[in-house]
Structure formats: structure tokens, C-alpha cells
């Protein structure tokens, strides 16, 4: 598509089932999970026989995507004419109540990532995923693997236990920024909480179409708290969030920050201020009409080119064929999505891709 090739955002890797990861864990570890009877862990944000979370064509026999690189390879980096996949694992280590366990099982999975993954394609680079149960283990885990630099960003669900702007989770992302890693949130949820705001719902449909919304309270905790003007080198990047949301939310949210903003000091900016210089959007799912003129709208909207990062978010299915990147993009706005933004937005990208 570009000179260089794209670089690819938001990759999941399969997880054929827990014997992959158990070789992972320390031995006392893979006793606990023999005796608890363990058998799978695979996020059930994405249940398996939903059209949406593999694409027929991709579907294993497993009914999964691929669960390895040379498959990865075949179904994703190749027809794209991938330069860089950012490979981040949807496996559910958020979904134990213990802090222990969460903590063996990232701690795993990372080390799953690193050696069955990035040491066999060196196209690919991952995001580090973290224990969420406990933010001391998190920021542990940010310091065990920021020495190799094939981890680019740390990986988050967006909904969880607690807002992500609140000062507790802090830490995590200060580390982050230590590391030059963007702090990036997918669609998901532990499930402890509905995924709506009004109660419990009946169908994956409205789970999914809810997770916009989640990122919109996501996106106001983070600056309502302050995080942003606390630690101003701190980069967000929303995954699977959807974006053309954006010029209503924000228009409101400004709205109701010039009304309010004597509870927020620290909020010296408009919310648009810190969403263009501190946020990004994956391009798919691609939620605008497939026309040009839209899409310019949009854009001149928020007022920057430089919000959306190409994504496939392979497996999942958003689009047919190889039309990743939706035909109405000019050539120029097409080269930013697929490599400056990105090489601008992973400080560890322009070193290595």
C-alpha cells in the first residue's frame, strides 16, 4: 500500500490452547493449574463461534485465527504487504481474582510472545501484557521486559476494576513512559462489572457496540483525573474503539468543562487539546461511510491527521478480502495512517522497523 509497507498496529495471536503457555509458567504454577483442572483462558470478549472474532477464511481448525507465525504470515503480514505487525495477546490473564495468578500467567504469556513469536519473524513486535490485578505487579512486569526492545507499548483492556484515569494506575503508566512505551487500551473487559452503563446485557451485539462507549469514559477519566497534565509524555492508543464518535463527544465534554471546570484545575487545556496530542485511534473497525467527503469532514473536525494508526486487528472480522484500508483515503492521508503515524506514535519503532 506504502513505500516500506505498513505497519500494522493491532495483530492477535492465537493461543492454541493452555499446553502452550504452561511450559511458560514455573513449575509450582503448572501445578496449581493441573490441580484447578485449567483448561482455557481465551478472552471471552470475543466468544469462539462468533462471526466477528475470526474471519471463515482465517478460522483454524482449532476455530481459531493463527497460532503461529508462519500462519500469521500467510493469513495477515503478506497480503498486506506488511512491513511491522504489533502483536497484542487477548489472552485472559485479567480474568483471575487472584493477583498471584494474574501475575504467573503475564509473566508467561510474555515470555510465550518473546520466544514462539518474536524470535522466529522479525517483522514482528508486541505489546507487554500486564497483570491488572495488582498495579505494584504490573509495573514489575514493565521493568522485566523493557530491556528488549521488540516490546513497544504495555497492553491494557479497556474496561476493568477501576477508571483508567485514576490516580492508583498512575504508575503504570509513568513506567511506561520511562520506557518510551505507549500505553495502549483494547476493547474487553474482566467481567467483573457489565459492560454497560445501565446493567447487563443479552446479546454480543450490544456487548461489542458498548465498547465505544466504554472507550468514551475511558477517554474522560483519563482526562478529568489529570493523567495527561501529571505526565505529559504520556501516549494513549485506543484499540478496536472505533473514532468517527469523537467530534460529538468532544464538542460535549468541552461543553461541560467550561461549565464545570472549577472541580478540575488541573485540566488547564480543552479536552481536544490532549486528545491530539496525547491519543490515537486504530483504524479498524472503520465506522465512517465509505465516502471521501466524509471522511475529510471528520477530519477537519478534529483537526489532525495524525489521530489513526492502521490496524487489520486480524483475526477479528471488520472487512472483506484485503480491504483493510478503506478505498475513499487520498494517498497522502494513507501514507500518515500506515507509517508516520505509527513511527511517530512507538518510540521504539523508527529504531527497529
Not at 500469521?72 to 505487525?85: I, M, V
Not at 479497556?158 to 520511562?178: F, H
Not at 489513526?308 to 486487528?313: A, G
Request: with cysteine; aromatic share 12%; charged share 20%.
Amino acid at each position: 500500500m506504502t513505500a516500506g509497507g505498513p505497519i500494522d498496529c493491532d495483530v492477535h495471536p492465537g493461543v492454541a490452547s493452555l499446553n502452550a503457555i504452561l511450559p511458560y509458567l514455573d513449575p509450582m504454577w503448572q501445578d496449581m493449574a493441573e490441580r484447578r483442572g485449567m483448561e482455557e483462558l481465551n478472552s471471552i470478549s470475543y466468544p469462539s463461534n462468533s462471526p466477528l472474532t475470526v474471519r471463515a477464511d482465517w478460522r483454524g481448525a482449532n476455530n481459531r485465527g493463527a497460532c503461529d507465525p508462519a500462519t500469521l504470515a500467510r493469513h495477515c503480514l503478506e497480503p498486506f504487504g506488511t512491513s511491522t505487525a504489533i502483536l497484542n495477546c487477548l489472552y485472559g490473564v485479567q480474568l483471575f481474582y487472584s493477583e498471584d495468578l494474574g501475575r504467573a500467567f503475564a509473566r508467561a504469556v510474555n515470555d510465550w510472545i518473546r520466544a514462539e513469536w518474536l524470535d522466529k519473524d522479525d517483522r514482528l513486535r508486541a505489546s507487554i501484557v500486564l497483570p491488572v490485578q495488582n498495579v505494584d505487579f504490573a509495573v514489575e512486569e514493565i521493568e522485566r521486559l523493557a530491556g528488549d526492545k521488540r516490546f513497544v507499548s504495555v497492553l491494557l483492556l479497556i474496561s476493568g476494576d477501576v477508571t483508567p484515569g485514576r490516580r492508583s494506575q498512575w504508575p503504570i503508566y509513568q513506567a511506561a513512559v520511562r520506557h518510551g512505551l505507549p500505553v495502549t487500551f483494547h476493547a474487553g473487559s474482566n467481567y467483573r462489572s457489565p459492560p454497560s452503563a445501565i446493567g447487563w446485557t443479552s446479546f454480543y451485539n450490544e456487548d461489542y457496540i458498548n465498547q465505544a462507549t466504554a472507550f468514551q469514559t475511558g477517554l474522560t477519566s483519563l482526562i478529568a483525573e489529570g493523567a495527561f497534565t501529571k505526565i505529559p509524555d504520556l501516549k494513549v492508543v485506543f484499540l478496536e474503539s472505533g473514532f468517527t464518535w469523537l467530534p460529538g463527544y468532544l464538542w460535549r465534554l468541552t461543553k461541560f468543562w467550561r461549565g464545570t471546570r472549577q472541580e478540575l484545575p488541573w485540566v488547564t487545556e480543552p479536552p481536544a487539546h490532549y486528545v491530539r496530542e496525547n491519543v490515537r485511534f486504530s483504524l479498524q473497525p472503520f465506522d465512517a461511510p465509505p465516502d471521501a467527503a466524509e471522511v475529510e469532514r471528520f477530519m477537519n473536525l478534529v483537526e489532525s491527521e495524525e489521530l489513526l494508526l492502521f490496524s487489520t486487528d486480524y483475526p477479528h472480522w471488520q472487512f472483506d478480502g484485503t480491504a483493510a484500508m478503506p478505498a475513499c483515503l487520498s494517498p497522502g492521508l494513507v501514507r500518515k495512517i500506515t507509517r508516520d503515524n505509527p513511527l511517530a506514535t512507538y518510540a521504539r519503532l523508527p529504531q527497529l522497523a
